[in-house]
Each structure stands twice: as C-alpha cells, then as structure tokens.
C-alpha cells in the first residue's frame, strides 16, 4: 500500500514539474521555448503513465481480494 501511495505521489510531482517548466521557460537553468515544451510535455507523459500503472495496480490488488 505504502509503494502505490508513494508512486501515485511521485506521477502528481512529475506532472506539476511538467507544468512548471513549460510555464516558466527554465529547468534550473533558462530553456529555449522548444526544448522547454518538450521537456515539460514528456515529464507530464511520463507522469501520467505513473499514475495508470499505480490505478492498474490498485484495481489488480482488489481484484486479488476478492
């Protein structure tokens, strides 16, 4: 339980970084618009991608429960 919490809480970070940079143009460091869009999207990705696995894994686990 505690690895899905954790997990769906590292997909929320990683989508509000995401956002982040695509909003402010920087990593750190100040990001050209393109590569700043494209960082941020695929961290949103990513981020999303965590959040299903932690969804299919809990559904899987009270599946398993019954």
Do not use: H, Q, W
Not at 24 to 47: E, H, M, Q, W
Request: one cysteine or more; a positive charge.
């Amino acid at each position: 339980m505690f690895y899905n919490l954790l997990s769906f809480i590292v997909g929320v970070l990683y989508i509000i970084v995401g956002v982040f940079v695509i909003i402010t143009k920087s990593f750190r460091v100040k990001l050209d618009p393109i590569p700043a869009n494209a960082l941020g999207f695929l961290l949103c990705i990513y981020g999303g991608f965590r959040l299903v696995r932690v969804f299919i894994r809990l559904r899987k686990e009270r599946r398993d429960e019954k």
